[in-house]
């Protein structure tokens, strides 16, 4: 997981933005926790978190309070990886969950965001 980025000023001082004659926000800075889970949430508490999540056709079906939690078959087929930000962590029964803006489209999960079950073999939550 890579977190951490902070806006970039113009010479002005002021914000600059995307498609704004030149002036854009950069990712200058960020740290990588990888497997670290503890790291990752004490970031998440400062911040969001930029993750790559595996998606499976059964993602694109998410309705709002739906929990995505991968295949549901061996015959689910793979789509590949999507950018999304991790903006909180939180139980629901005994689940752990991550609520995240996927920027997928307004149209289908929760708005933008998406619940996503989290499995953690190595550690304990």
């Known amino acids: 997981m890579e977190t951490g980025c ?27 926790v990888g497997g670290d889970f503890k790291a990752a949430l004490n970031i998440l508490q ?11 056709q059964e993602y694109w079906d998410i309705k709002k309070g739906d929990i995505y939690r991968g295949p549901t078959s061996n015959n689910t087929k793979y789509c590949g990886f999507h950018a999304v930000f991790i903006v909180d962590a939180f139980m629901i029964n005994e689940d752990f969950i991550f609520w995240c803006d996927s920027s997928s ?17 190595n550690e304990r939550i």
């Open 105 to 121: 489209s307004k149209h289908i999960h929760d708005g933008v965001y998406i619940m996503v079950s989290f499995n953690y073999e």
């Open 6 to 32: 902070f806006i970039q000023y113009n010479k002005e001082g002021t914000k600059g933005s995307s498609g704004n004659k030149g002036d854009t926000i950069r990712i200058e800075d960020y740290t990588f």
């Open 46 to 56: 400062m911040q969001p978190i930029g993750a790559l999540l595996h998606v499976f």
